[in-house]
């Protein structure tokens, strides 16, 4: 594999460089070592030593760990500043977005607040990260990868706190790529479907303590769809994290990269999906839901009119 390099200010040749964030674990611990092979001066930012010793005990020398909190503006300032020292004149070829939270539950019964966390973390956290860099990308008309999802495009049952962060992320890269355009700074969308990755064990987590928030009713109501999430993480699939590193290696070193990436089969089939009018494609996702609810609240002559098999579509 070929070592990136640019040419200094003073000729020397200089490995290229990006930064990258959420580096602990799945994709963006797959992303700095990819790049790191690739011969690339990495900026890794992990959350804890722990995190930092095990991703400097598979990498080369050149990559560098900073401890970074996204949602902390103090540590966002001091690492931009680490990564300018570090550049200087050369400027930052890349900068990969990927730190990030898995929510989900329904929105009868979501917390304000828990929207706001992850609105925090995964849409407010990527532009915060992203404002101080800017200066360094232009000076080496670098690129910006934001790390986002299927769920960007596409709000399901129980998972849209989630895809409303996603798709706000969505937004602010269509309207940052316009924006740097006239520097030549690309910036791109990685749209992943399921991952193998630790988030599996995290969302399950999650969920387990969501679900003890519930009050009864919400089982009552609910209790098909919430059981069929729990089970689903009981079966973690998806593609291997490499999967999405090697669509960030190509879109930090192709010539004239696209605004987006799908990564898995299972974006490509959603996204077909969403192409659907919108009465077939909530039929489609509903399709693959359990039965749930009640017809208790309608009264017994409009229950009949209607017809059970009419409510459940």
Known sequence: MATASATGVTGSVQPKTVMITGASSGIGRACALRMDRAGWKVFATVRNEADALRLQSDASPRLQTILLDVTDPDQIAAAARTVGQSVGGNGLHGLVNNAGIAVGGLVEYLDPAELRRVLETNTIAPLSVTKPLIPLLRRARGRIVMISSIAGFSSTPLLSPYSASKFALEALTDGLRLELNPWGIEVVSVQPGAIKTEIWQKARAYVEGELRK??????EQYGPLLERISDSLDRPRGVDAEEVARTVDMILTVSRPKA???VGRDAVIRNLIERLPTSLRDRV???????YGTDAELPPNELREAGHEDLSQ
């Open 285 to 291: 996702i509903l399709s693959r839901m359990p039965e």
């Open 214 to 219: 519930y009050p009864p009713e919400a089982f």
């Open 260 to 262: 987006r990436y799908l």
